[in-house]
C-alpha cells in the first residue's frame, strides 16, 4: 500500500505561481511514476503530468510551458510547480502513485484561480 498526502492548494490570482506537493509514505520503494490529475466542476478527472524514478516527466498540452512537475526522492515526495496560473486551471488536484499492482491516490487539494 501506498498512502498520499497532498498540500499546497488555496487561491491565487490569475497570473500568479502555486506550487503543490506530494508526500509518500508505505510501500515507496515500489513506486515509479508519480503524477497529477485534476477535475474541475462538472468536468471528468483529466491528466496534468507525471514523472518516473529517473526523472523524465510528461505534461498535458494545456500546461505545457506553466507547469513543472519534479521529484525529490531522498523525500519521497513530487512537485507541481505552476506558473501563470488561469482561471481554468481551477480544479482540485489529485496526486497519484503507480507500481505494478495499481494507482493509489491522495485526497485531493482544491486550486482556485481568480480572474
Known amino acids: 500500500q501506498v498512502q498520499l498526502v497532498e498540500s499546497g492548494g488555496g487561491l491565487v490570482q490569475a497570473g500568479g505561481p502555486l506550487r503543490l506537493s506530494c508526500a509518500a509514505s508505505?510501500?515507496?520503494?515500489?513506486?515509479?511514476?508519480m503524477g497529477w490529475y485534476r477535475q474541475a466542476p462538472g468536468k471528468q478527472r483529466e491528466y496534468v503530468a507525471s514523472?518516473?524514478?529517473?526523472?523524465?516527466?510528461n505534461y498535458a498540452d494545456s500546461v505545457k510551458g506553466r507547469f513543472t512537475i519534479s521529484r525529490d526522492n531522498a523525500k519521497n515526495t513530487v512537485y507541481l510547480q505552476m506558473n501563470s496560473l488561469k482561471p481554468e486551471d481551477t480544479a482540485v488536484y489529485y496526486c497519484?502513485?503507480?507500481?505494478?499492482?495499481?494507482?493509489?491516490w491522495g485526497q485531493g487539494t482544491q486550486v482556485t484561480v481568480s480572474s
Open positions: 497519484y502513485a503507480r507500481n505494478s499492482w495499481g494507482d493509489y
Open positions: 508505505g510501500s515507496i520503494f515500489s513506486i515509479n511514476t
Open positions: 514523472i518516473n524514478t529517473g526523472g523524465s516527466s
